[in-house]
Each structure stands twice: as C-alpha cells, then as structure tokens.
C-alpha cells in the first residue's frame, strides 16, 4: 500500500489543519491507518489510528478532545482533523499502515509509511 500525506503547513495557535491520508495500492478494509508525528530531535509518536474494518479509533491523550480521524466516503482516503492546535503540535505528521490499530501507538508495527506533511504553529 502507497501513502502520501498532504494539508500540512503554518497555522497560528487555536486554529485548525486538516490532514489527508492518500491511499493507494491496495484495499483498505483490513488495515489499521495510524496518524504519527515527530519533531525536531524528538522520537516518533502516535497520534490516533483508525481500524478501516469498523471504523474504531484510538487517541494519544495529548490530542484527545481536539484531534478527529475520518475516511472519505470512498475509504481511500484518511483525514486528521486538527482543532485547537497548540505549538507542541508542530511536527512532521506522517499515516503509516498496519494490518489494524492493534500496534498503535508504537509506530515499528507499522509497515508502510508515507513522506510526511509538515505543522507548523506559530502566531
């Protein structure tokens, strides 16, 4: 499966991004797709994942409340809406894809990667 985020870029502190998750390549309906994110000099985290077979979605606490994961209607593709941004929230945000959420938040048990979208938030 093929990944390639997008909808990144510069937002002032409270205000809203929404990402997209561009899958190709295969079918979705047995993978989990994770949102992950990593800054500067930092180790890669999970951010929320959804499980495409029911549509069940898992939350870091940081971003519970504020974050919301979706699919499109076609389910190929995945967004990751981002509300109430705060400058700890900037990062490099990636989708990465495994066989279901049940690895998340740790993003070794994800297996395809996408190149990553850039947050930045600042006022």
């Known amino acids: 499966v093929e990944l390639v985020e997008s909808g990144g870029g510069l937002v002032q502190p409270g205000g809203s991004l929404r990402l997209s998750c561009a899958a190709s390549?295969?079918?979705?309906?047995?993978?989990?797709i994770g949102w992950f994110r990593q800054a500067p000099g930092k180790k890669r985290e999970g951010v929320s994942c959804?499980?495409?077979?029911?549509?069940?979605?898992s939350y870091a606490d940081s971003v519970k409340g504020r974050f919301t994961v979706s699919t499109g209607n076609a389910g190929n593709t995945i967004y990751l809406q981002m509300n109430g941004l705060k400058p700890e929230d900037a990062a490099d945000y990636y989708c990465?894809?495994?066989?279901?959420?049940?690895?998340?938040?740790?993003?070794?048990?994800?297996?395809?990667w996408g190149p990553g979208t850039s947050v930045n938030v600042s006022a």
């Open positions: 990465g894809a495994d066989w279901d959420c049940s690895g998340f938040p740790v993003p070794l048990t994800f297996a395809f």
């Open positions: 390549g295969a079918t979705l309906d047995n993978y989990g």
């Open positions: 959804i499980r495409m077979r029911d549509l069940q979605t």
